[in-house]
Structure formats: C-alpha cells, structure tokens
C-alpha cells in the first residue's frame, strides 16, 4: 500500500532563517505531488505541484521555492523565512495519469516563524 | 476560473442533530468534487468523492450529490457524532488541469 511521510512535525525558526520540508512517497511510481498550505483560520492554497522530477509549477509568487531530486521525494524551501511564512504546511501526492484522482495528503508540518 | 465556495463557521450542533454544510462551485469543463476531512493537528482525509454529475458520494454515514444544475456539492448527515468534529473542506479537480482547488473549510463543533 502506499504511505506518504512528512517531517518534520513542529518546527521553529528565526526570521531570516533558511528552510527544509521534505515529503516522501512509498508504494507508487511516479506520482503526482503537491505542497499545500494552510494558514491559521484559512483555507488551503496550492504553491506547487510536480508531475515528475525536475518538472515543478509554482502556483503563486512566494519566499519558497521546490525541488523533486527524486521520483518519490518533494521537498519544500526557503533561503530566508518571513514572518509570513507560518502555517501548517501539507504533502500531498495523486495517482500519475488521472486527472480527477483525489490527493493523500501526509499529515502535515507546522511551521512558526518567529 | 475554478473556485469553491463553502458556508462559513463555526457550525456548533448537538449531538446526534442532523448536518448540513454547503458548498457551490465555479468550474469550466467537467470537474470531480470532493469532502475532505481534517481532524484537531492531523491531514487531510479524503471523505467522499462524486466525478459526475448526479453522483452520490457517501462514507461513515456523509453524503453528497453532485447538482450541475445549482453547481452544488451540499454535505449531509443525519445524526452527528462528537467525534464528527473536525474540519470540513469540499474540493474539485478541474478536468483539464488536475489541481485540487480547496474551499476555506468549515469547522463543525458538535456537543454532548
């Protein structure tokens, strides 16, 4: 079966701290990935998904940036966190080659930038 | 372009009290809509699912009916359950894109 992790939980950061999120997939060959994120009192909103490695869309301006080095690892970054930057932060990963598949999202990591 | 629109919250009911909580859509193509659930410090979970129009979702006593005709995606339960309290979000794919467009998510406190 397949199994999506996340790390890690709970983080702390500085302002003007780099970032690392990492989002890994078991049991499924090239899926589709995403990152997702969830401020405090908001909705989710989508900042990039990939359909393969290397291929990452960027779906609003932003301090992070992503990376697929692997087929089965999404990872999540900044060079300098803003304050603005807090929030629960979501994996999530989809059947590769069906559109309306829904998504298996990992259990989350929030972040607190201080 | 997509969006989903969900009624706002908190939504606080009695246990065992019959659910309601809207959700309407703009969508081009011919989306597949989604309830998911977050449960206190968790991920989502997917609920239920409908990929076309007239499809009934259903799962852990939920449902939903997917309406072309009001753009409507409503989730129902007949009786509620402390442990339904969670987050709701209703979602959609967009047929030609893939992308899952969330709603803001309603809370649903139910009490003893």
């Known amino acids: 079966s397949q199994t999506i992790h996340q790390w890690p939980a709970t983080l702390v950061q500085p302002v003007g701290s780099p970032l690392s999120l990492e989002c890994t997939v078991e049991?499924?060959?090239?899926?589709?990935l995403y990152w997702y994120r969830q401020a405090a009192g908001r909705g989710l909103q989508l900042l990039f998904y990939s359909v393969g490695i290397g291929q990452i869309s960027s779906e609003v301006p932003q301090n992070l940036s992503a990376s697929r080095p692997q087929d089965r690892q999404f990872i999540l970054s900044s060079k300098k966190l803003l304050l603005s930057d807090s929030g629960f932060y979501l994996c999530?990963?989809?059947?590769?080659?069906?559109?309306?598949?829904?998504?298996?999202f990992g259990n989350g990591t929030r972040l607190t930038v201080t | 372009g997509n969006s989903v629109t969900q009624m706002e919250g908190p939504v606080t009911l009695s246990e065992e009290a019959f659910l309601t909580i809207n959700c309407t859509y703009t969508a081009t193509g011919y989306p597949s809509l989604f309830w998911y659930v977050q449960y206190p410090g968790e991920g989502l979970q997917l609920l239920l699912k409908?990929?076309?129009?007239?499809d009934k979702g259903s799962n852990k006593g939920f449902e939903a009916t997917y309406r072309k005709e009001t753009t409507s995606f409503h989730l129902e339960k007949g009786s509620v359950q402390v442990s339904d309290s969670a987050v709701y979000f209703c979602?959609?794919?967009?047929?030609?894109?893939?992308?899952?467009?969330f709603g803001q998510g309603t809370t649903l406190q139910v009490k003893p």
């Open positions: 999530a990963w989809s059947d590769p080659g069906r559109l309306n598949s829904p998504l298996h």
């Open positions: 979602a959609l794919t967009s047929s030609n894109t893939g992308k899952l467009i």
């Open positions: 049991g499924t060959s090239n899926p589709n």
């Open positions: 409908a990929t076309k129009a007239d």
